[in-house]
T-cell receptor
Framework: GAVVSQHPSRVICKSGTSVKIECRSL??????MFWYRQFPKKSLMLMAT?????????EQGVEKDKFLINHASLTLSTLTVTSAHPEDSSFYIC???????????????FGEGSRLTVL | GNSVTQMEGPVTLSEEAFLTINCTYT??????LFWYVQYPGEGLQLLLK?????DKGSNKGFEATYRKETTSFHLEKGSVQVSDSAVYFC???????????FGKGTKLSVKP
């Protein structure tokens, strides 16, 4: 099946610094990738939709200046948490749809997730 | 808008017990329905899916049937194993951006 790889899996940073998380589709091209944030005991919340070659579409309440998303190629999207603060500590997950899955099934393939801890 | 309601956990079962995790949804149209599983320390993996009413998805002994009349997609397994311990997410397709909409997840712990 389609493979999505996310890096780093864990990162610890100091408050005020920026952290970049990469999401790669390894064996397929993904024109669209999704970034989710997972809170403890809560559902995955969609943060933004990353579109190759264009600006990301952010969900209501998500600060686009804090969570910078770049989708530079058909296999790579990055999420940069700028000026991170302890409340940004969370589990961030990217996902992508393989072109072979098609729109009808809507199946997404997920990265392993990145655990961010801001001290 | 579209939404998913999933039974709260955690659920603790003994090995070989029967499992049911309830999932109901609210949606316009006929979205695809999914169950994803997240094992400890790992990302989400697709467990099974159904794309239309009355479809039954199945995988690894798990089953779920797309019930339009009750807007449900309950996950079942006849005999759970310790290795089934994980968090299970019900999801539906058709988000405004083509994304999936997830339930809150149900943590399952299976004891030997």
């Amino acid at each position: 099946g389609a493979v999505v790889s996310q890096h780093p899996s864990r990162v610890i940073c100091k408050s005020g610094t920026s952290v970049k998380i990469e999401c790669r589709s390894l064996d397929f091209q993904a024109t669209t990738m999704f970034w989710y944030r997972q809170f403890p005991k809560k559902s995955l919340m969609l943060m933004a939709t990353s579109n190759e070659g264009s600006k990301a579409t952010y969900e209501q309440g998500v600060e686009k200046d804090k969570f910078l998303i770049n989708h530079a190629s058909l296999t790579l999207s990055t999420l940069t948490v700028t000026s991170a603060h302890p409340e940004d500590s969370s589990f961030y997950i990217c996902s992508a749809r393989s072109g072979t899955s098609g729109i009808n099934t809507g199946e997404l393939f997920f990265g392993e997730g990145s655990r961010l801890t801001v001290l | 808008g579209n939404s998913v309601t999933q039974m709260e956990g955690p659920v603790t079962l003994s090995e070989e017990a029967f499992l049911t995790i309830n999932c109901t949804y609210t949606a316009t149209g006929y979205p695809s329905l999914f169950w994803y599983v997240q094992y400890p320390g790992e990302g989400l993996q697709l467990l099974l899916k159904a794309t239309k009413a009355d479809d039954k998805g199945s995988n690894k002994g798990f089953e779920a049937t797309y019930r339009k009349e009750t807007t449900s997609f309950h996950l079942e397994k006849g005999s759970v194993q310790v290795s089934d311990s994980a968090v299970y997410f019900c999801a539906l397709g058709g988000g405004s951006q083509g994304n999936l909409i997830f339930g809150k997840g149900t943590k399952l712990s299976v004891k030997p």
